[in-house]
């Protein structure tokens, strides 16, 4: 990433805050009609994501995470509660916090008949950053753009569009960016480069947030996760401890001869034989050590072909969170 860039899309100096984004108590209730109550979408959400980080913000459908992201945009009107971004209260100087965010929707909304280069162009003089101090090219050549510059938006492949609307997000070096399901219905190849170039700019100082239905996505990029449901935070920890919250494993063990049951030695485990040469057992990592589970195999004298330790994921813990009925 260019060094002017890079001195653009962080500014995390001495002086800025320790949250990137803070809301306290920030509820948000939408009218009834005469066919449909009253709708409340965000039930009291308290939350602090630290400057520099990646926070990954995650939930079902209609959990409240678009909601969340269209108040701190100023699309969406609270009811009540308080949010800052990098400092800047949203309803005490809401021109000042917004020019403090990007968002990159999940929705590609690129003029067809415009370039890269107008594209961003137009949406700097909407920020109202001045000609002179514009990095159009700077971030054409961070999102790998810059041989596109020209070339009507239409033209542009899936790939080159999101990445070209990170850019579009960037373009008044915000210090804090929302990326809202970036890589939905997008190749491998498109996804494995949308994040290195997400992790350069946060490498720069640039604050992440993310909203993802790849839960493997956030497992492998997020400093943090919180987890909403039903419009309330069910869960806000480090992705270590979250991981953490499932005491529960698995051992996978091939075998090189077949069985046509469960051996005794395994009567005190929860085993089970999915195929006659695949034994599985599911355990407690609190209750159950390893070196008794192998004590087992050779008390049974099992031929063992290969065995393998299958951790709880990000999935199994937001299954778990999520399918609790609403508070």
């Known amino acids: 990433m260019p060094d002017s860039l890079s001195r653009s899309a962080g500014t995390a100096t001495d002086s800025a805050p320790a949250a990137a984004i803070a809301v306290t108590d920030l509820r948000k209730t939408y009218a009834g009609t ?31 995470k678009s909601t969340f992201i ?35 929707p999940q929705e590609l909304n690129l003029d067809p008949f415009f370039t890269p280069r107008e594209i961003l162009d137009l949406q700097a003089g909407l920020y109202g950053v001045p000609k002179a101090e514009r990095q159009t090219d700077a971030l054409l050549e961070a999102v790998g753009l810059k041989d596109k510059a020209n070339a009507y938006a239409r033209t542009l492949s899936g790939g080159m569009r999101r990445r070209l609307m990170v850019a579009k997000a960037m373009v008044h070096a915000p210090p804090v960016l929302v990326l809202d399901e970036p890589t939905a219905g997008v190749d491998v190849e498109l996804r494995q480069s949308l994040w290195a170039h997400v992790r350069e700019l946060n490498r720069a100082g640039t604050t992440i947030v993310l909203t993802t239905h790849y839960l493997e996505e956030a497992q492998e990029l997020c400093d943090t996760i919180a987890i909403v449901n039903h419009g309330q935070v069910v869960a806000c920890e480090s992705t270590e ?23 005794p030695a395994f009567a005190a485990f929860d085993a089970k034989l999915e195929t006659p040469r695949r034994l599985v057992v599911h355990y407690k990592p609190s209750e159950t050590r390893v070196a008794d589970l192998l004590g087992a195999m050779a008390a049974a004298g099992l031929a063992v072909k290969d065995l393998s330790m299958v951790e709880s994921d990000l999935e199994d813990v937001f299954l778990q969170l999520t399918r609790a009925p609403a508070a």
């Open 34 to 64: 005469a066919k449909a109550p009253p709708k409340e979408a965000l039930k009291g959400i308290t939350l602090s994501i630290p400057r520099g980080s990646i926070y990954g913000l995650l939930g079902p459908n209609g959990a409240g």
């Open 70 to 104: 269209n108040i701190l945009a100023g699309l969406v009107n609270k009811t009540s509660g308080k949010a800052s971004i990098w400092g800047i209260d949203i309803d005490e100087h809401a021109r000042s916090a917004r020019a403090a965010i990007g968002i990159v």
């Open 241 to 263: 401890n979250l991981l953490g919250r499932l005491d529960s494993k698995e051992m996978v063990v091939t075998l090189d001869a077949d069985l046509a049951t469960v051996p």
